[in-house]
């Protein structure tokens, strides 16, 4: 687990590098500081410049850490319940 995790810490660090200036100053520092201390700065992750990041090849401990992100991040309160409910509904 802790490889992958370390594999989706550089995957995610990737695709950071590519999303709109906007909404990386919304990242705290802090949480980008742990995502860059903790990748595998020896896995090489091809971010595909011609597909949107919904159709990337991620792991799934980055789709994951994306899902933490958008969560508390970005998200405002009503995205937040509509989040909630999809969780709710998908663990009966």
Same mark, same amino acid.
Request: proline fraction near 1%.
């Given at each position: &687990?802790?490889? =992958?995790?370390?594999?989706? @810490?550089? *995957?995610?660090? /990737? @695709?950071?590098?590519? /999303? +709109?200036?906007?909404?990386?100053?919304?990242?705290? !520092? #802090?949480?980008?500081?742990?995502?860059? *201390? =903790? &990748? +595998?700065? +020896?896995?090489?992750? @091809?971010?595909?410049?011609?597909?949107? /990041?919904?159709? #990337? =090849?991620?792991?799934?401990?980055?789709?994951?850490? &994306?899902?933490?992100?958008?969560?508390?991040?970005?998200?405002?309160?009503? *995205?937040?319940?509509?989040?909630?409910?999809? !969780?709710?509904? =998908?663990?009966?």
């Amino acid at each position: &687990m802790k490889n =992958n995790f370390n594999k989706a @810490c550089k *995957e995610l660090y /990737i @695709c950071l590098e590519n /999303i +709109d200036n906007a909404l990386l100053e919304k990242i705290p !520092v #802090q949480f980008l500081k742990l995502i860059i *201390e =903790n &990748m +595998d700065s +020896d896995y090489y992750f @091809c971010y595909e410049y011609n597909k949107k /990041i919904y159709e #990337q =090849n991620l792991l799934e401990e980055t789709k994951s850490l &994306m899902g933490y992100m958008y969560y508390n991040f970005w998200a405002n309160e009503l *995205e937040k319940e509509e989040f909630k409910n999809i !969780v709710i509904s =998908n663990s009966k």
